[in-house]
């Protein structure tokens, strides 16, 4: 079974509509992401949490919110949708780093691809 | 600030030809780097990391990395190229040493028989 997995694997909706993107992880890992990737653009970080209790904005963080139900659980919400939030999207996990800030290898999720009309 | 640039958008190579993915970093210090891979339909697995040391670390795959302060560049090789390695390839830096990624733009590697 994968270690992050995330659903739905694709959604299409409407300008308007509230979509939850969901990520769940068993590796036990505290820190948890959210990126969007564009093409041409790269993975940008949207919110990330180093544990239930931290909620933090990230670079593009406009538009979305996030809620950390468990540490194995980190949901993304996009609250009225745009068809500029079309995107691909990857939940990330990491553990804390033991060798300093900035070292952890981080374990990304099978994406999940969002289309708004 | 930091950034991370990846010159090739797009770089087609034959199957066993060498390969060689640029990437160049802007940081003030020497910074801790590192290449993810992006297979078709799939999320990014890391490939090698660098924080320290030898300046030339393995990778999983067959894959190395260089680092040379003097050119601000970590690039990937791989000697000979099997057409499972086509996917995206994004390097990455730490902004300022915290645990948030700092992707480069990617580029595609197409391996043709």
């Known amino acids: 079974d994968a270690d992050v997995t995330q659903t739905p694997r694709n959604r299409i909706t409407k300008t308007g509509k509230r979509i939850m993107l969901e990520c769940s992880q068993t590796k036990g890992h505290d820190r948890m992401y959210w990126y969007r990737q564009d093409p041409g653009l790269g993975l940008r970080l949207i919110y990330y949490s180093f544990d239930v209790k931290d909620i933090n904005k990230g670079e593009i963080s406009d538009g979305y919110s996030v809620s950390r139900q468990a540490q194995a659980k980190f949901s993304l919400s996009l609250e009225s949708a745009i068809p500029n939030q079309t995107a691909l999207y990857f939940c990330?996990?990491?553990?804390?780093?033991?060798?300093?800030?900035?070292?952890?290898?981080?374990?990304f999720g099978p994406g999940t691809r969002l289309t708004v009309l | 600030a930091q950034s991370v640039t990846q010159p090739d958008i797009h770089i087609t190579v034959s199957e066993g030809a060498s390969l060689e993915l640029r990437c160049n970093y802007s940081y003030g210090a020497t910074p801790y780097l590192f290449w993810y891979v992006q297979s078709p339909g799939q999320g990014l697995q890391l490939l090698l990391k660098y924080f320290s040391g030898d300046t030339l670390v393995q990778g999983i795959k067959g894959f190395e990395a260089e680092f040379k302060r003097s050119q601000s560049s970590f690039n990937l090789r791989k000697p000979s190229v099997h057409w499972s390695d086509a996917a995206e390839y994004f390097c990455a830096v730490p902004y300022y040493n915290t645990d948030k990624l700092i992707f480069g733009t990617g580029t595609r590697l197409q391996v043709f028989p």
């Open positions: 990330a996990t990491s553990d804390s780093p033991g060798q300093g800030a900035g070292t952890d290898t981080q374990y």
